[in-house]
Nanobody, 116 residues
Framework: QVQLVESGGGSVQAGGSLKLSCAAS????????MAWYRQGPEKERELLSS???????KYADFLKGRFTISRDNAANTMSLQMNNLQTDDTAVYFC??????????GRQGTQVTVSS
């Protein structure tokens, strides 16, 4: 059974930083595309960034260079470094993997709360 577990969330003041982690188990995801999503209060889930197995990355335009995605295929993990956090970044953050026929998403996510 494949599991994705997010961690690293917390409460920070605006302008602060957090680094989220996603740990995968049950399957080696090195050939899969992985991504970070978030869902804010009363908002729809939105895609933030994705990273291919070879390291190619994409970011949502609205992030404006504040977030950096990375992965460690050997460790089967993915991270999201978030800088200059703003109150609008308050959300539950989820990691996901797309392996073609199979897709996975973390069940619980990790809460990020940014205060002004």
């Amino acid at each position: 059974q494949v599991q994705l577990v997010e961690s690293g969330g917390g409460s920070v003041q605006a302008g602060g930083s957090l680094k989220l982690s996603c740990a995968a188990s049950g399957r080696n995801l090195s050939s899969c595309s992985m991504a970070w999503y978030r869902q804010g209060p009363e908002k729809e889930r939105e895609l933030l960034s994705s990273i291919e197995g070879d390291g190619r990355v994409k970011y949502a335009d609205f992030l404006k260079g504040r977030f950096t995605i990375s992965r460690d295929n050997a460790a089967n993990t993915m991270s999201l470094q978030m800088n200059n956090l703003q109150t609008d970044d308050t959300a539950v953050y989820f990691c996901a993997a797309d392996c073609g026929w199979d897709t996975y998403i973390g069940r619980q996510g990790t809460q990020v709360t940014v205060s002004s």
